[in-house]
């Protein structure tokens, strides 16, 4: 069956690190997207892509960065970890925009910086 | 800034009853969808309803929308205890090709 997988699960990272945190997704979807969520802001858009080559920076993108060189990947990197980072982190995919289409989450990231 | 916002934030109900959920956005929009997300796991789709549509449903679920108040309620029938979970609305604005927005999400506790 086609899914989205994250990896890792957990981390923990001090202030400072490179962090990357990977998003796979088997679904063949052009179009992939990196949340956050935090206590009482629900999910926040970081990047996202519309294919290979294509990304695009959402509403909280400061301190991250994304690249696309295959369909099936979307890795997101946080350049120096600080503490305001410490979230839980979803990727998500979807098909071709332009129709009525919805998003397939991944099962979340758990980031903390100390 | 989420376009959608949801209301109650938080809502506990004996099993049995209905919840009702509500969901107030900004913008005009394409579709609105509703989300489900059980603790620690992802968001899953639960329903879509396209601008053109006032009432859809899928089992025990009822969305209605009203394109000119700029809302949407999500009613969920005779609740059980595995309903407990958040629910997201999800707005698919009308310019250009955008992401969806979604709300803050309503923490559903359903009480056996």
């Known amino acids: 069956d086609a899914e989205i997988t994250q990896s890792p699960r957990h981390k923990i990272t001090e202030t400072g690190r490179q962090v990357t945190l990977a998003c796979h997704q088997t679904?063949?979807?052009?179009?992939m997207f990196w949340y956050r969520q935090d206590l009482g802001h629900g999910l926040r858009l970081i990047h996202y892509?519309?294919?290979?080559?294509?990304?695009n920076k959402g509403e909280v993108s400061d301190g991250y960065s994304v690249s696309r060189s295959n369909t099936e990947d979307l890795p997101l990197t946080l350049e120096s970890a600080a503490s305001s980072q410490t979230s839980v982190y979803f990727c998500?995919?979807?098909?071709?925009?332009?129709?009525?289409?919805?998003?397939?989450f991944g099962p979340g990231t758990r980031l903390t910086v100390t | 800034s989420q376009q959608g916002e949801e209301d109650p934030q938080a809502l506990s109900i004996q099993e049995g009853e209905n919840a009702t959920m509500n969901c107030s956005y900004k913008?005009?929009?394409?579709?609105l969808q509703w989300y489900r997300q059980n603790s620690g796991r992802g968001l899953v789709h639960l329903i879509l309803?396209?601008?053109?549509?006032r009432e859809k449903h899928s089992g025990r679920l009822r969305v209605t929308l009203d394109t000119s108040k700029k809302s949407s309620s999500l009613l969920i029938t005779a609740s059980r205890a595995a309903d407990t979970a958040s629910y997201f609305c999800?707005?698919?604005?009308?310019?250009?090709?955008?992401?969806?927005?979604f709300g803050k999400g309503t923490r559903l506790s359903v009480i056996a």
């Open positions: 998500a995919s979807s098909e071709v925009a332009g129709g009525p289409y919805e998003q397939y």
């Open positions: 679904w063949n979807h052009n179009n």
């Open positions: 892509s519309y294919g290979v080559q294509d990304t």
């Open positions: 913008t005009s929009i394409n579709n």
């Open positions: 309803i396209r601008s053109n549509e």
């Open positions: 999800a707005t698919d604005p009308f310019s250009g090709n955008t992401p969806l927005v």
